[in-house]
């Protein structure tokens, strides 16, 4: 049968596969509870795809009360790296529920309020932390399920990050066992990721009183090698007895190139810890010791979630990809 000019209808399938309207619906959206036989299936699949019948988004969203996209909400304060190994596990378990996925860079609460509005999306997934008020806003602007990086249970208005804090006190930890006196934290200047490093630095603060140590000096540079030269030079006496912990491992970089160009070597002169684990750090001269949260469960928490919320059973799907008391993990290498 020749493909038709207009839009090929559901009412098409069921004539072309000699089912009812209602047996096409049920096969083409994979209704849950129905039973139809293999045979049937197949006839409505191949006539489907035969008149070239393309379901109607907008239809379905109607009658289901919402569309089949997960919204994937990026944090802008991660870049790079960071963004794409949690990005990745979560676009491959919305693929396997059979939804799809659109990504949206976070601008505003406001503005993902407009966007969850105008999309009614299945639901969101939010890779970064949401308070308790931003997922019942979320649900109240149309998403029938939220999920992300919840914050602590008394957290009411801007998340404070625990798992940043973390970052920094594991690189505290790893640096005091390894016998520096005196530590220096890094952090970026005017850059848009200054409120990451500012968590990392504030639970670097903390675990340096835990260990018995002198509270970090923190310097606020450029990410620029003659700057951060200049910055180090003044650290000459504290050479050997010294710690340095970078705010994110492209400033952990940059203090081994500098030290280089002063001639000095890591650790012997200075011990270096990064964050975020780049890829890049396995690379440098020395490999460049770094910090970061592993999302090696994120796939299997955001499958179990989407089935959950598919099964339609009633339960709360509420909550978290990952919690506010999650664990850093140190990659050791020669920097430290």
Known sequence: MPRQSRRPTAGDVARLSGVSSATVSYVLNKSPGQKISAATTDRVLRAAEQLGYVPNAAAGTLRRGHSRVVLIVIDTLNVGHTNARSLEPLLDAVASCGLTALTYSLVSEEDLLGVVRTLQPFAVAALSFTTAAMRQSLRGAGAQHVIGLNTAEDEDLEPKRPGE????????????????????????????????????????????????????????????????????????????????????????????????????????????????????????????????????????????????????????????????????????????
């Open 165 to 336: 804090a973390e970052i920094g006190r594991t690189q505290i930890r790893h640096l005091a066992q390894r016998g520096p006196t005196r530590i220096v934290y890094v952090l970026p200047d005017k850059s848009p990721r200054l409120p990451i490093a500012q968590v990392r630095l504030r639970g670097a603060q903390e675990e340096c009183v835990r260990q018995g140590l002198r509270a970090p000096l923190a310097l606020s540079l450029p990410l620029d090698r003659h700057a951060i030269a200049e910055a180090l030079s003044s650290l000459e006496s504290l050479r050997g007895t010294t710690g340095v912990a970078t705010a994110d491992d492209r400033m952990g970089i940059a203090v081994l190139g500098a030290m280089a160009d002063l001639g000095w070597s890591a650790p012997d002169d200075l011990a270096v810890v990064g964050a975020d684990n780049f890829v890049e750090s396995e690379f440098v001269t020395p490999p460049l010791t770094s910090v970061y949260l592993p999302l090696a469960n994120l796939r299997a928490v955001a499958v179990e979630w989407l089935n959950k919320a598919l099964s339609g059973d009633g339960q709360s799907t509420d909550h978290a990809l990952l919690g506010w008391d999650a664990a850093a993990e140190c990659v050791v290498r020669r920097s430290s």
